[in-house]
């Protein structure tokens, strides 16, 4: 890895899922006041609403969209304007 190529204050910071819960850590310059426990160290900590963990497409509980209704829906208004 190159030398001198992070910013000075590149460091790792704990993100925590509001949503799921789980904990990252992952290198960052992001400035933060909190701080949180991770493997029995402490970092600075960051909470997100929603990440890889929590997100819909990701876990697989995606929601599939009623577009047949929506057209249906579309067809009946366009057909009163006529």
């Known amino acids: 890895m190159k030398k001198d190529i992070h910013p000075a204050d590149y460091r ?8 799921s819960g789980a904990q990252f850590l992952i290198g960052s310059t992001i ?11 402490e ?10 963990k929590s997100h819909p497409i990701y876990t697989g509980e995606g929601r599939m969209l009623d577009k047949a209704g929506q057209v ?5 208004r366009a057909a009163k304007r006529k």
């Open 12 to 19: 790792p910071v704990l993100f925590e899922d509001l949503a």
């Open 31 to 41: 400035r933060t006041s909190e701080k949180g426990t991770y493997e029995k160290k």
């Open 43 to 52: 970092y600075p900590k960051v909470t997100v609403e929603i990440s890889s």
């Open 72 to 76: 249906e829906r579309f067809r009946q």
